[in-house]
């Protein structure tokens, strides 16, 4: 069955970097694009990057120049670099992704950017 599972949070000071895994099984993984999603305290989830089977990017205007997602075919991961984080950035963040129809999430991982 489809697998998400997601690594690499923590706290970490503003300024500070961090990397996010979505390790990924049960399905042809260089097939589908996946797409990290975040959910802060008290707010619905967002969109944070999202990559294709091509490896096209994007990214919301709020992480973009400090955000790089990424994804190795071979290991069947997808990675979202989080560098100069802010509070703002605190959030549990999930990948994503959905095939024919059916959304597909992991368990999410918590981070957390505080002095």
């Known amino acids: 069955q489809v697998q998400l599972v997601e690594s690499g949070g923590g706290l970490v000071q503003p300024g500070g970097s961090l990397r996010l895994s979505c390790a990924a099984s049960?399905?042809?993984?260089?097939?589908?694009?996946i797409t990290w999603l975040r959910q802060a305290p008290g707010k619905q989830r967002e969109l944070v990057a999202g990559?294709?089977?091509?490896?096209?990017?994007n990214y919301v205007d709020a992480v973009r120049g400090r955000f790089t997602i990424s994804r190795d075919n071979a290991k069947n991961t997808v990675y979202l670099q989080m560098n100069s984080l802010k509070p703002e950035d605190t959030a549990v963040y999930y990948c994503?992704?959905?095939?024919?129809?059916?959304?597909?999430w992991g368990q999410g991982t918590q981070v957390t950017v505080s002095s």
């Open positions: 994503y992704l959905n095939i024919q129809c059916v959304d597909y």
């Open positions: 049960g399905f042809t993984f260089g097939s589908y694009d």
């Open positions: 990559i294709t089977s091509g490896g096209s990017t």
